[in-house]
């Protein structure tokens, strides 16, 4: 610490802060040794993956804490606010600092609104609580801070309730109450998780620009390090309940001194680099740290850190200074680079087959209710029908993956599931190799069955709770690979090993099991029936980073050897790059982008891809964001198109053909299966796209 | 709005035509003879026919029941047969009764209800609102006819304060004695207060878990308008459709309690009429009491609508 900051008093100051629920399962220490500093008009990220207890150690700040667990807590540590203490103030003193002094924003915006309120009114009253202002005044000044937060008619969106805002006005709605009285320490709580990647893209935008505006602290809870590499002035990084790693944005992300750092940065599936080489995701073995556990006597990180010593199971570290505000929670931090996570592999690309398609659909369509009319049965057509896909066709190569991507409500799960045969089709066809595949799944053979296998983002919708999780892999193998009893025991047994698990895991109950774990059983389960084609929906979505990485590099070596097929959906493009080798871009139900992977997400690609490459944060603070940003709101789900699907909110929106015609499909350069589908020729938007 | 009040007030009209062909059905299923009945024992078949003729009891059922529809359609509701009299004088009495009945029920259970419940939720767990609930449990798995009994075992029987029957004499407004009330109207208020606590309780507490409260308790608000302005609305919402269907399980209470202290409501009427097979009245009480159901449920999607806004701007 240089000697300036050392004589001003920090705006907020936690020191060795420890939360401890005692609830009638047990005691879980969540929060262990949590030290920070905010100064003003700094943004402080705090980062780390489930139950690192990050947010809550933002929530004890404003003493927020029975709602995590019933039952008794107890806070340890000291937390200072402008140098005054926060744990021992009272209640009526510290009312007055919140949503004034101290404000807040949270993750998921439509439930954190009073849904039977006026957005308007909830922000005026913030005001006249805590600024004693008229009704008239307040009103202005709700105005003007719906205007300063980007909010469009600004003088009539107080009107509103708010599930007439889609999510990204509802957090903008929030941020300004957030910033109503002008607070000196705005503690953001996964703001953007949950929305959109577009919508998050404008969110980080507007906290960038509120950055220079407003002096205040900003604490910023995330686990995801691309967002925090695009706002955080300095970093904390979180793990089993403590700070293992604290400095400068750019020294967390570049010279991290702390194991666990530069293996988080690992897992994260990265764009190609500039010299095109593409080389293997990395993960970090076992699981996060579970709060009940209390062996405080050792590193926490040591039972996954590869440069553990014998002391490191012996005696916990204490946090080192390692450089110019730059701290570290390892006795070896000198020796921490990149390489500890093992030397980069190139992938293994191999040659992919694509003589025989696998799977073949055309021209898929399902739309959810019917016309309603005006009278019941009778009348004009008033309401159409809900639009999942209107008319997709794509095909699956041998031992190829094919990613869907796309945002919410694109119609990328209704694929899966009309593919799957768990909801029929209304139109179209689906081949498997040669035969046609009946609309559900039913009415289809069992080798049909065995061929096509689903992985669910959920893994617990797919284990039965009451039996161990053994049962379901023999299952699949006796049904689906027909092996005997006695075989498939044995089979089974290989498997967990195939997805890294020790096979004790598999007489545990699900229910004994870590989301990971659970997952890994699944993907066994998946495995087992020597299945065509894998759909996998979401499938990592729900899963830790750390925890990611090692599913998808399963997944990886399972083709490899196997060559299955996949389908991959996500909506995280950065996943779904790493991991295709197709690429199904989906818009409103629409197709906006089809054709190998390098072909989609290279130049030119669709206006609509093109915008959701440029919302993907880089988990780098010196990457230089793009400002290809989406206006307008999303279609709704009845909306029928006149022209091309995506004009209502199109960057690059020629004219009105836009708007009257659908857009042609126009073959892209260097694939004859790279298909846009656009307006705009082919040669026009590489030159639009190269400035 | 006004067409989805239409649209709903239709289907009602229809539920009610519905009603009335399943009960005219249904009595004429019956054993028993409306004229014997009425007559008695020891009546000579030759003025058995007679009365028949004259309630036109000879005609084919379906004529009969179109005949009276169409008279009920034209506003004339008719004469009872065992009564021999107007439907309407019968009805327009008993009906004041039974509504004194229900309104005390219900201004005062559901205010006391929705406060109790409120509090409970607010304080779950503490000592009190293991009370209010435990007393809740109790009133609801004890049925109307029990409660009674032991109502009137103990203000009659023991500590000789109220007399054990209700009975009104013609002509006499129950208000002027209202010892007579206080038994039936706790009876009905028992259930219906336990019920609605209880749902008002859960709800409660569920809305206090949600994030807009966490919302407004971090914006800094003081308890006070959290509650008001924050939980009142969001709890009240599910709690209103409560109260209504409650209504009609009230109207059943009432049924019952009537009869156990023959209180001369409507629901006494109602057993009166079947047991005399008298058709015309029994239809219309049964009217009476599906279409007071049937309105609540309309007026609770109403108020719901009104409450919530999620509904009213869809
Ligand atoms: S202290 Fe030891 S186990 Fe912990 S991070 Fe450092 S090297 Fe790894
Ligand atoms: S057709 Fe027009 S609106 Fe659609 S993507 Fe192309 S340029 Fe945009």
Redesign the interface.
């Known amino acids: 610490m240089n000697e300036k900051r050392k004589n001003e008093t920090p705006l907020l100051e936690v020191d060795h802060l420890a939360v401890t629920f005692y609830t009638p399962h047990g005691t879980f220490n969540v929060v262990r040794d949590v030290s920070f500093t905010i100064q003003r008009g700094e943004v402080l990220a705090l980062v780390g993956e489930t139950g690192c207890g990050k947010s809550i150690s933002a929530f004890a700040i404003?003493r927020?804490l029975l709602?995590f667990h019933p039952g008794e807590s107890r806070v340890d540590g000291t937390i200072f606010f402008e140098g005054k203490d926060l744990i021992a103030m009272p209640d009526s003193e510290l009312?007055?600092?919140?949503?004034?002094r101290i404000?807040?924003v949270?993750q998921?915006p439509g439930?954190?609104?009073?849904?039977?309120?006026r957005v308007g009114l909830q922000m005026e009253?913030?005001l006249k609580?805590?600024l004693r202002v008229e009704s008239k005044q307040a009103h202005q000044r709700t105005v003007e801070l719906f205007d300063s937060v980007g909010l469009a008619e600004p003088d009539r969106i107080g009107q509103r309730?708010p599930?007439?805002l889609s999510g990204g006005m509802q957090q903008r709605v929030?941020i300004a109450?957030a910033l109503a009285c002008d607070p000196d320490l705005l503690i953001m709580d996964e703001p953007t998780t949950g929305l959109d990647v577009t919508t998050e893209a404008t969110i980080l935008d507007l906290m960038v620009d509120l950055k220079q505006r407003v002096n205040a602290g900003i604490l910023f809870v995330s686990h995801n390090l691309g967002t925090v590499a695009r706002v955080a002035d300095r970093v904390a990084v979180m793990y089993a309940g403590q700070t293992v790693e604290q400095g400068p944005a750019s020294a967390i992300f570049k010279r991290s001194k702390h194991p666990y750092t530069t293996g988080l940065l690992q897992c994260v599936p990265q764009p190609p680099s500039e010299d095109e080489t593409n080389t293997r995701l990395r993960s970090i073995p076992g699981d996060t740290y579970a709060p009940e556990e209390v062996n405080l006597q050792a590193c926490l990180f040591a039972p996954r850190c590869p440069m553990a010593q014998e002391m490191c199971h012996t005696e916990a570290p204490e946090i080192l200074s390692v450089g110019d505000s730059h701290q570290s929670r390892c006795f070896f931090w000198n020796n921490v680079h990149k390489g500890i996570w093992g030397e980069l592999e190139p992938r293994d690309e191999g040659i992919r087959e694509t003589a025989e398609p696998v799977l073949n659909a055309n021209k898929l369509q399902r739309f959810f209710g019917q016309w309603q009319r005006k009278y019941i049965l009778f009348g004009p057509r008033v309401r159409p029908p809900v639009r999942a896909v209107t008319d997709i066709g794509f095909e699956v190569g041998g031992g190829r993956t094919l990613g869907i991507v796309g945002e919410s409500g694109c119609g990328k799960t209704t694929v899966a599931r009309l593919v799957a045969g768990l909801i029929p089709r209304q139109r179209g066809d689906i081949l498997l190799r040669t035969e046609e595949l009946a609309p559900m799944i039913e009415e289809r053979t069992d080798q049909q069955r065995a061929a096509l296998r689903m992985v669910f983002q959920n893994p617990t919708t797919s284990l039965n709770p009451k039996l161990p999780a053994r049962h379901t892999i023999v299952r699949s193998l006796q049904k689906l690979a027909r092996l005997s009893r006695k075989d498939s025991h044995e089979r089974a047994e290989e498997l967990a090993r195939a997805v890294r698990l020790e096979p004790a895991y598999l007489d545990r109950r699900p229910e004994a099991l870590s989301g990971g774990e659970q997952q890994r059983i699944v993907l066994a389960a998946a495995f087992a029936g020597e299945s065509d084609l894998i759909i996998a929906d979401e499938a990592v979505a729900s899963l830790d980073v750390s925890v990611q990485a090692q599913v998808i590099k399963l997944l990886e070596d399972h083709q490899r050897e196997s060559g299955t097929s996949y389908i991959f959906i996500s909506h995280d493009l950065g996943v779904v790059r790493y991991i295709s080798d197709d690429i199904l871009v989906l818009y409103a139900g629409h197709i906006a982008e089809s054709g190998p992977a390098e072909c989609v997400l290279n130049i030119p690609s669709h206006p609509y891809t093109e915008a959701l490459l440029s919302a993907v944060p880089i988990p780098d603070p010196d990457a230089t964001p793009t400002r290809i940003r989406l206006g307008g709101a999303v279609p709704t789900l009845r909306e029928r198109f006149q022209g091309c699907f995506f004009a209502g909110r199109c960057p690059r929106k020629i004219g009105p053909i836009c708007d009257n015609t659908p857009p042609p499909v126009h073959i892209g350069p260097g694939s004859p299966d790279h298909a846009i589908h656009c307006h705009i020729p082919v040669e026009e938007l590489i030159k639009l796209q190269s400035d | 709005m006004a067409r989805f009040i239409a649209r709903r007030l239709g289907l009602i009209c229809i539920t009610l035509l519905v009603v009335s062909v399943v009960i005219f059905v249904i009595t004429e299923l019956l054993p028993g003879d409306v004229a014997a009945m009425i007559l008695g024992k020891e009546a000579t078949e030759e003025s058995l026919e007679r009365l028949r003729e004259e309630l036109g009891l000879n005609r084919p059922a379906h004529e009969r029941y179109l005949s009276w529809i169409g008279d009920v359609l034209r506003g004339d509701l008719g004469d009872s047969y065992a009564l021999k009299m107007p439907i309407t004088d019968i009805v327009g009495r008993r009906l004041r009764h039974s509504v004194i009945l229900a309104a005390f029920a219900f201004l005062v259970g559901v205010p006391a209800a929705v406060a109790a419940g409120i509090w409970a939720g607010m304080h779950p767990n503490t000592k009190l609102d293991r009370l209010i609930s435990m007393t809740a449990l109790v009133g609801i798995s004890v049925p109307e006819f029990v409660t009674g009994l032991l109502l009137i075992l103990l203000f009659t029987s023991t500590l000789h304060l109220l007399p054990s029957s209700s009975i009104i004499l013609p002509g006499v407004n129950p208000l002027t004695s209202p010892q007579i009330l206080i038994m039936p109207a706790l009876t009905v208020t028992s259930v219906l207060f336990a019920y609605i606590m209880r749902m008002t309780r859960a709800n409660v507490i569920e809305v206090m878990?949600?994030?807009?409260i966490?919302?407004?308790?971090?914006?800094?608000?003081?308890m006070k308008?959290i509650i008001l302005?924050?939980l009142f609305?969001?709890a009240m919402?599910p709690t209103i459709t409560v109260i209504a269907s409650s209504f009609g399980w009230m109207l059943g209470g009432i049924i019952i309690v009537e009869n156990v202290f023959a209180y001369p409501g409507i629901g006494q009427l109602l057993l009166r009429s079947i047991e005399t097979h008298d058709i015309p009245l029994l239809e219309v009480v049964t009217l009476i009491i599906a279409g007071t159901y049937a309105i609540s449920n309309l007026l609770a999607d109403l108020s719901y609508a009104a409450?919530?806004?999620?509904v009213r701007?869809a």
């Open positions: 404003v927020y709602p009312q007055k600092l919140r949503g004034n404000a807040m949270y998921n439930t954190s609104l009073n849904p039977t309120m009253e913030v609580q805590h309730y599930h007439q929030m109450m | 878990q949600a994030d807009y966490r919302t407004a308790i971090l914006k800094g608000l003081p308008r302005r924050h609305p969001n919402l409450l919530d806004p999620r701007l």
